[in-house]
């Protein structure tokens, strides 16, 4: 794997597709495999960052303008790039990022911002620093909602998963985006099933309905040839 040296890699995808498990496990296998692994969150990761983070997920965003909401991710994502990811990759470390630009394309699109522009102000934000591969982890809203409904953990409460009171108390975890109507996550899935072939860096779809370590080893192989000559 010494190829994914000075590699940036993103997990991205619909609320519930296991960015942070799958994420956590891929991080373990490529520093079992030798390599230096720098994790990073989006919106956040840095001291700005997570402050910025705090505004956009956890209040209510309905006076918030589109515009406004869109520029605060991008200034996120100027600090972490600058503050971050680019040590990181001149560094010859693999930079692995849960959520990157193309998350804004999927959901600050589905509420209205014009695809283009997001494009033009991600590359304002982040200069050249682009994902090598961004990897979709797709799953259908209604699978995405059963999921991020269980956190945090049942099995750790204690608590019957389908107890209304517990039900009341995992909705209070939900971050702003993850509130938002079923409608606007419709959208946001197909938002992201479209990237590939408009977005201006690789993309990749996995189905992420599946077990985990079935996503995990989907996920290993396509990372083996990422650094193979005329890979897709």
Not at 90 to 97: P, S
Not at 187 to 215: K, M, T
């Amino acid at each position: 794997m010494d190829g994914l040296r000075g590699k940036f890699l993103v997990l991205d995808g619909p609320d519930g597709g296991g960015k942070t498990t799958v994420g956590r496990l891929l991080a373990r296998r490529l520093t079992d495999a030798g390599l230096s692994v720098v994790q990073c969150r989006d919106p956040g990761g840095t001291k700005v960052g997570d402050r910025i983070r705090s505004v956009l997920l956890d209040f209510d965003l309905a006076s918030m303008d589109i515009r406004c909401e869109t520029f605060l991710f991008m200034a996120s994502r100027a600090q972490l790039v600058t503050e971050i990811i680019r040590p990181a990759l001149t560094a010859g470390k693999l930079v692995l990022c849960d959520r990157f630009i193309s998350a804004t394309c999927a959901y600050q699109a589905a509420a209205g911002y014009d695809f283009e522009a997001i494009l033009s102000l991600g590359r304002q934000a982040v200069g050249t620093t682009w994902p090598d591969l961004t990897i979709v982890l797709d799953v259908p809203p209604d699978v995405g909602s059963v999921r991020i409904h269980r956190r945090p953990d049942d099995s750790r409460s204690g608590t019957p998963p389908h107890d209304a009171t517990s039900v009341t108390a995992r909705a209070k975890h939900l971050d702003a985006m993850e509130r938002r109507p079923r409608e606007f996550h419709d959208q946001v899935r197909a938002n992201f099933l479209a990237l590939p072939g408009r977005y201006p860096a690789p993309v990749e779809i996995v189905d992420a309905s599946a077990p985990v370590e079935q996503v995990l080893e989907t996920l290993w192989e396509r990372l083996k040839r990422l650094h193979q000559p005329n890979c897709p």
